[in-house]
């Protein structure tokens, strides 16, 4: 007697598995309990490993995945945090702003405010309006008005206290385009007034444009601003002055062009901002460097513009 029964082709089942080969092993498995009468216990044995790993090839892929990626018994009650976010709609704006409740379970969530944004319009309202790009801080993107101060969604950690719930609000004293989209274009034409690049009075050098590494040092802390407008959109001044005052984000990197020793048009600069309102609506409130997500000092930049105005005489 043959040791394998003779067995149809048979090809590939649904789930893209050969169906001969088992379908061999189980006729082997009855020709061996034939000539293993006097171990029944072994061939028992046998018989039930193999069926458990023919059960197994045959089931569907996706619920053998389901089964290994199913959660344990003992996962985690949900941790629900409570998020109330500003929202309003262009298409209807005769409808006022409100603050819309959402609840996330903080134990599939990452730490992140931002990671909490991504939450809510993945799985429970993709209507829900924000910037976000980088995720890392880098871009500025995401500033928004989280728990009462300006600062990246990216970089905001979530508060934990499920007790207390976390108000999200745009930028402050801004044209809103919806939910937590400001309107940056006033912002932006400010920026572009100061000509923040490089400007020279002799032509262009063949190779690199040295400077020294104390020249280079004078940079530091200011060339790091991402514009992300947090300091700005929390300066009192900026608030009531915005069509004059150029406010603190525009001025450091004003300032940022007036120290480069590689820029010939320092005196030039300073003197397009000799007027009452520029520079001089600054009050030293300081909230700008106080909510900095970068860690600079918009403020101090300020006062280093006025003291070298004051010195040009």
Request: net charge positive; aromatic share 8%; charged share 20%.
């Amino acid at each position: 007697m043959d040791s394998v029964a003779a067995v149809e082709p048979i090809g590939m089942n649904e789930s893209g598995i050969n169906c001969n080969k088992p379908i061999q092993i189980a006729a082997t498995c009855k020709v061996a309990k034939a000539h293993t009468r006097l171990r029944p216990n072994r061939t028992a044995a046998i018989e039930q490993h193999m069926s458990r790993w023919i059960r197994s090839m045959h089931s569907s892929p996706m619920a053998r995945l389901a089964q290994a990626t199913a959660a344990p018994a003992s996962a985690k009650a949900p941790l629900l945090k409570t998020f109330e976010i500003y929202r309003w709609n262009p298409d209807t704006p005769a409808v006022a702003p409100t603050l819309q409740t959402y609840k996330v379970d903080l134990n599939s969530c990452g730490p992140m405010v931002l990671d909490a944004l991504v939450k809510i319009k993945n799985e429970d309202d993709s209507t829900l309006t924000f910037r976000r790009s980088c995720r890392e801080g880098i871009c500025g993107s995401c500033a928004m008005n989280i728990g009462g101060g300006n600062t990246l969604a990216c970089l905001s950690r979530i508060d934990r206290d499920v007790s207390k719930s976390t108000k999200i609000y745009p930028l402050p004293h801004m044209y809103v385009i919806k939910d937590l989209v400001p309107d940056l274009t006033h912002f932006y034409k400010q920026y572009k007034s100061i000509e923040p690049y490089l400007k020279q009075k002799t032509p262009a050098p063949e190779k690199e444009n040295l400077q020294s590494i104390e020249d280079r040092k004078k940079l530091d802390g200011l060339y790091e601003c991402i514009l992300c407008a947090c300091c700005s959109t929390s300066c009192m001044s900026y608030w009531w002055n915005s069509d004059v005052y150029l406010g603190p984000a525009v001025l450091m990197q004003a300032y940022r062009w007036m120290i480069d020793s590689r820029d010939h048009f320092g005196p030039e600069r300073r003197a397009a901002l000799q007027d009452p309102f520029s520079v001089y609506r600054c009050h030293t409130i300081m909230n700008c460097t106080r909510t900095c997500p970068k860690g600079l000092n918009p403020g101090l930049a300020i006062a280093e513009i006025k003291k070298q105005m004051a010195l040009d005489g």
